[in-house]
T-cell receptor
């Protein structure tokens, strides 16, 4: 599986935007970029995913570099509830035996200050 | 979306015993997976639970230690056999369905082996 690199930790203040970077220089043409987060004492939850174009949903935005070797998860206004470990994961295209399998790195621990 | 229930949510087990964790999904899913998250670590995939056949294990995990069943499209069990303190972890069930790209996780089963 292609590898991702994320900062170990980041801090933010409440109601400020947060930009969480991820490098994935060995991404293949068919890998989707997925972001999951794990709140304390919970299982991971889906945040957003994309392939080439920037994506927005109610939780966050995903900005993907033109060469797809990096991406940034954007939380527009951080809340205390956004404090979590954020995982950037490359996921193989649907089909084959690898569909549905996720390879987790260490992720970024986001701390949000009141 | 898929709602996943895991039982038990938490348990303290004696060394040398075995414990079976159940994963129940509220809808039929194509694929089910079991992950382990050791204290302070990220998630590691244990195996893919295959409906009606033997599970597919990742490197470092074996059937004798982690037998898995999946009798239908909504239910799976993971047994942690002959437990030692090193097995103290969170065990998580995840599911994926076609079509769609979202993978869902259960809340996890927190095991402490004493």
């Amino acid at each position: 599986d292609a590898k991702t690199t994320q900062p170990n930790s980041m801090e933010s203040n409440e109601e400020e935007p947060v930009h969480l970077p991820c490098n994935h220089s060995t991404i293949s043409g068919t890998d989707y970029i997925h972001w999951y987060r794990q709140l304390p004492s919970q299982g991971p939850e889906y945040v957003i995913h994309g392939l080439t174009s920037n994506v927005n949903n109610r939780m966050a935005s995903l900005a993907i570099a033109e060469d797809r070797k990096s991406s940034t998860l954007i939380l527009h206004r951080a809340t205390l509830r956004d404090a979590a470990v954020y995982y950037c994961i490359l996921r193989a295209n649907a089909g084959g035996t690898s569909y549905g399998k996720l390879t987790f790195g260490q992720g970024t621990i986001l701390t949000v200050h009141p | 979306s898929a709602v996943i229930s895991q039982k038990p949510s938490r348990d303290i087990c004696q060394r040398g015993t075995s414990l079976t964790i159940q994963c129940q999904v509220d809808s039929q899913v194509t694929m089910m997976f079991w992950y382990r998250q050791q204290p302070g670590q990220s998630l590691t995939l244990i195996a893919t639970a295959n409906q009606g056949s033997e599970a597919t294990y990742e490197s470092g995990f074996v059937i004798d230690k982690f037998p898995i069943s999946r009798p239908n499209l909504t239910f799976s069990t993971l047994t942690v056999s002959n437990m030692s303190p090193e097995d103290s972890s969170i065990y998580l069930c995840s599911v994926a369905s076609l079509p769609g790209n979202t993978i869902y996780f259960g809340e996890g089963s927190w095991l402490t082996v004493v």
